[in-house]
């Protein structure tokens, strides 16, 4: 796989709430998710994770307090990119999440989830992640509504 690009997508917890984003613009646009987006070279992955959620939902975290709880990787049929996708959780954070440029952020009840709404691999993989769960998953798409196969690996640690 000659062409890896590192993105982070970051998860709210509030009791049995989780903050999600309706993307307005770019990749993903229309889908509800977490808020994330391309690591630059100069930063670290946390600390890209810290401000994509910033920058998209004006939500504040300390870099301590992001949990790494998986690793997602996507490849695509008949294409060279892989993008490996590095999710974090935290119930620790400051500020009200407010509208932004990319994304309009709401609470959802974890039971009450928008999956027809959201990427087609979060279904697969949100109950991992929604009962506490370490793992790496992959998923090779055709297109962008296809997923030709998947696996789903836990991990004691990430
Ligand atoms: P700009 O150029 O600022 O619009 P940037 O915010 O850097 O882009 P973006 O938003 O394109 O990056 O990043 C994509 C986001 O979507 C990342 O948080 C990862 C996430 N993502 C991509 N594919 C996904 C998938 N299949 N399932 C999923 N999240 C995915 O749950
Ligand atoms: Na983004
Ligand atoms: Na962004």
Redesign the pocket.
């Known amino acids: 796989m000659s062409l890896t690009k590192l993105?982070?997508?970051v998860f709210l917890r509030k009791e049995d709430q989780i903050l999600l984003g309706l993307k307005k613009?770019?990749?993903?646009m229309n889908k509800w998710?977490?808020f994330?987006?391309?690591v630059e070279p100069h930063e670290t992955i946390i600390e890209a994770a810290v401000r994509?959620l910033s920058e998209e939902s004006r939500m504040t975290v300390k870099p301590s307090d992001l949990i790494n709880i998986a690793h997602?990787e996507?490849t695509f049929h008949e294409e060279p990119v892989m993008?490996d996708?590095r999710v974090f959780v935290t119930k620790t954070f400051e500020g009200t999440p407010k509208e932004t440029e990319?994304m309009a952020p709401k609470w959802f009840n974890i039971k009450d989830l928008p999956f027809s709404k959201m990427?087609p691999?979060?279904e697969i993989w949100f109950p991992y992640m929604l009962e506490g769960k370490k793992f790496v998953g992959k998923?090779h798409y055709k297109g962008f509504d296809t997923i030709l196969h998947h696996t789903i690996e836990e991990q004691e640690s990430m």
């Not at 613009?25 to 993903?28: Q, S, V, W």
């Open positions: 993105f982070t997508l613009r770019g990749f993903g998710n977490g994330g987006g391309k994509e997602l996507f993008m996708v990319e990427w691999d979060d998923f």
